[in-house]
């Protein structure tokens, strides 16, 4: 990854602003871009509710807008920024996709596959490994989570 710590907030804002999107639907809010070369080609963010489709995490929405924007469903030389942790669903599709680089905000200690419950990206029994680097704009990322469960508790 050769983006500059300024590079990775701005990417990680705009993840941000996909789990915006989400919690407008009232959808957990997580958010994710993958970009390459400097520009975003795919944006997602969760949307099981708004679509009911069980696989409609942030991060499986934006593989498939980053492959027909590719035109391939390998999405090599990429970076996906995403706000929580990777579950394992969305860690198995970032393998498949052979996305190389992966930058997540907060942690996910209920479901994270990307070090908090399991390492899946990371896995040298896995032919494919990916680059991770977490804690970029951690606390904005933590914030608009623990505010949706804050209130989803209340009503």
Not at 26 to 48: L, Q, S, T, Y
Not at 85 to 97: D, F, R
């Amino acid at each position: 990854m050769n983006y500059t710590v300024e590079e990775k907030e701005a990417f990680m804002r705009e993840a941000l602003r996909e789990a915006e999107i989400a919690l407008e639907h009232d959808e957990i809010p997580i958010g994710c871009v993958i970009v390459k070369d400097g520009e975003i080609i795919g944006r997602g963010h969760n949307a099981r509710e708004e679509l009911q489709r069980a696989v409609m995490h942030a991060e499986i929405m934006a593989i498939e807008n980053a492959n027909v924007s590719e035109e391939s469903w390998r999405l090599l030389d990429c970076t996906l920024f995403v706000t929580i942790e990777p579950c394992v669903m969305c860690s198995g599709a970032i393998g498949l996709a052979r996305i190389p680089n992966v930058v997540y905000g907060a942690k996910n200690q209920k479901f994270g596959a990307v070090g908090s419950l399991y390492d899946i990206l990371t896995d040298e029994r896995l032919n494919h490994r990916v680059e991770v680097e977490t804690g970029i704009l951690e606390d904005d990322c933590a914030a608009i989570m623990q505010d949706f469960f804050r209130n989803r508790r209340k009503k």
